[in-house]
């Protein structure tokens, strides 16, 4: 299947990458797969050749997935939580604001990877789906907001796929309102269609600040999705991992 904007750049990524993984119904020709990165889930294929227990070590993240999966969910996990999230592509090449004076907003390099472990450890999740700080800093995906030595502004691609490359940005809270998000979102952007690939946005409906920063950097919505949050897994870790063997007859096989 072509890969559509959003969070199907998840499986390009993770083959490319090596960061998360994939489980198969079979080794080759598979039917039916779960693509898993940092906190999310991708499903694709056909629902019927997963079972239920397969899913276990998947627990509590989001999945993104279609209709036909969420029997499986329900099967699978004690608690399935729908909510609606917007794909944005974007449609306008952006100006770049000028950033407050004393702010510095530069691509990363290897060398900033220890500021972005010393972010705060909730907005330290963009850099989960590159394994951490030094991932993400050596990716050439990333750009910085700095006062003075200081980290206070992250935009990067969350997911590198084949065609779309999905961004991801977090602002220290006393640094929002000033456009460093949107600064460092045109520096992105620009490397990321000198790329050859199409800068997308992906955000939760509800997220009014993120819908309103991604419209100021040229993104415009094409689609909405329903997406789950999934709660601890119906059988026992333990059953659920044991099921989880590679090359087993009749069990999934990870990659």
Sequence with gaps: MPEQPGFDAMEAHVRSTGIGGRLLDRPHAPRAAAVHCGGHRLLRGDPRRLDPSWLAPLEFGQFTAQDRFLPLLGRAFTRVSPWERTVSVQQYRPHRPRAPQGIDVRPLRPADAAELDALDPALRWITETWGGGRGLASSGRVWGGFA????????????????????????????????LGRACVAGLSLGIRARGRIPTWSAPRSNEASQALARAAGFRPVR????????????????????????????????
Excluded: I
């Design 148 to 179: 003075g030595n200081h980290l206070v502004a992250v935009a990067c691609s969350y997911f590198a796929g084949r065609v779309h490359e999905d961004v991801a940005v977090v602002t220290l809270p006393e640094f929002r309102g000033l456009g």
């Design 224 to 255: 909405a999705e329903v997406c789950y949050y999934v709660g601890e897994a119906a059988t026992s870790m333990a059953a659920g991992r044991a099921a989880v063997r590679p090359n087993g007859a009749g069990k999934p096989v990870l990659t």
